[in-house]
């Protein structure tokens, strides 16, 4: 589940250039971002930069690197109250899913421009606002869903093309063109039903590994002090 942003702060650089002072830095650890892939799409609706903190993990779109207060607010937005705990549900930068697809990862969607983090980064960021990360749940359903979608993406030549078609936003005159149209078309029917055994297997063994692609992170305020 992507995490609405739309401020930027500074640059991210290549991991040989190395970090400066005007590189943007994680609002989840303050290190330095280093850029870690960019989506292939069909249009600037579907180009990014992708930047990821070699520190914690965060990934974040290079046009939206917000702060990180508006990186707690953000993340808190969407939170599901269960009594004292909290519960938030987010795209796991740290899974399988997200190494295996890399710029083809599902998590990464145009809509989305915003952060995905992992288990690490949600807990500093969570810290921010007074909460301790008691639980992280790898959740099986969703993430299989979403590794479904990572290995149709890394077949097809428009990314999430199933979804782009039946939406409109994607026709057979425009994108890549008819060819590349009529070979994803035939791909996603062919590969639909193999591509979700095989995702069933992954995510499986991913969430056994704590590494799902999906995560639930459960937090409760740090005690009082004096």
Do not use: K
Not at 18 to 45: D, H, I, K, N, Q
Not at 84 to 92: C, P, S, T
Request: hydrophobic residues 45%.
């Amino acid at each position: 589940m992507p995490i609405g942003l739309s401020t930027r702060r500074g640059r991210a650089v290549s991991l040989e250039q190395g970090a400066g002072p005007r590189t943007a830095r994680c609002p989840a650890c303050g290190e330095p971002l280093f850029v870690w892939v960019e989506t292939a799409g069909y249009g600037s609706r579907e180009d990014q930069v992708i930047d990821r903190c070699e520190n914690c993990g965060l990934v974040a779109a290079r046009a939206a690197v917000p702060s990180p207060d508006e990186t707690a607010d953000a993340l808190l937005s969407a939170r599901v109250r269960r009594g004292d705990r909290i519960a938030i549900r987010v795209d796991n930068a740290a899974s399988l899913q997200a190494w295996l697809g890399a710029e083809n990862w599902a998590a990464l969607r145009p809509e989305g421009s915003g952060i995905e983090p992992t288990p690490r980064a949600a807990a500093l960021i969570l810290a921010r606002r007074g909460l301790e990360v008691r639980r992280i749940r790898h959740l099986a359903r969703p993430g299989m869903a979403s590794m479904w979608q990572t290995l149709l993406n890394l077949l097809t030549f428009h990314r999430d093309f199933a979804s782009e078609a039946a939406s409109g936003r994607l026709r057979p005159g425009t994108g890549r063109g008819l060819a590349a149209f009529s070979i994803d078309a035939v791909v996603t029917v062919l590969a639909a039903i193999p591509t979700a055994f095989i995702a069933v297997l992954l995510e499986g063994g991913a969430v056994l590994a704590h590494r799902g692609g999906v995560i639930e992170v459960q937090a409760d305020p740090l005690p009082a002090t004096d």
